[in-house]
């Protein structure tokens, strides 16, 4: 995956975990932390390629 793309990827995850308006989504709980573990993995591929 390339570097902007991946960015792009972690910015718009990252907005919808730490997002107030995630509790109007009516996700379940397991739900909200696959999208939190995603959203970590991201980040770690990231530092991994780029840091």
């Known amino acids: 995956m390339e570097k902007l793309e ?8 990252s907005s919808l975990v730490h997002s107030e308006d995630l509790k109007h989504y009516n996700l379940t709980e397991d739900s909200i932390k696959e999208l939190s573990g995603t959203l970590d993995k991201l980040t770690e591929e990231y530092i991994a390629c780029y840091c």
């Open 6 to 13: 991946l960015l792009s990827r972690i910015r718009k995850l």
